[in-house]
């Protein structure tokens, strides 16, 4: 991202973080497999969904009230939900699952996870990533801003 903010200045976090998005999706095009790693090795770095990060403190306050949220409920569906999380990056490698919770149940979410590992759809599924981590930093900079 240091071409993204080494050259310019931001009005607002709303279009740093469209600007960022805008770089990732840049790095994205499949016929450059090196910008294509680089962009996997962010992607990829989102917490899996309902599963205790292996360093929490790395999650901000926000993301750890909806993780908790997702591992709410019958162990059945956290199970459901870890086999999805593995089917999901079995699909899609180098890739996490990431969309805007936004206070949507588990069940939700999971139909969602379903339709989009059935879509089998690389490309699509790099695009809804990148919107949804720009959704989440969106939401999480208005949160915090309203705090102020």
Same mark, same amino acid.
């Given at each position: ?24 999706? /840049? ?5 450059? #497999?090196?910008? &294509?790693? =680089?962009? +996997?090795?962010?992607?990829? @770095? ?39 999380? /593995? ?5 899609? #490698?180098?890739? &996490?699952? =990431?969309? +805007?919770?936004?206070?949507? @149940? ?43």
């Amino acid at each position: 991202m240091i071409p993204v903010l080494a050259n310019q200045t931001f009005s607002s976090y709303t279009n740093l973080i469209d600007a960022v998005g805008g770089r990732m999706s /840049a790095l994205s095009a499949p016929n450059s #497999p090196t910008d &294509r790693d =680089v962009l +996997f090795g962010i992607l990829g @770095s989102h917490p899996r969904l309902g599963r205790a990060p292996a360093n929490p403190e790395h999650l901000s306050e926000l993301s750890k009230k909806e993780q908790a949220q997702l591992n709410e409920g019958a162990e059945e569906q956290a199970e459901k939900l870890r086999a999805l999380n /593995a089917e999901y990056e079995e699909k899609f #490698p180098g890739l &996490r699952f =990431v969309t +805007f919770v936004n206070g949507r @149940s588990r069940d939700v979410i999971m139909v969602e996870m379903r339709q989009r590992i059935d879509r089998a759809n690389t490309e699509k599924e790099i695009e809804e990533t990148i919107q949804g981590m720009c959704d989440i930093a969106k939401d999480r900079a208005r949160k915090l801003q309203s705090r102020i």
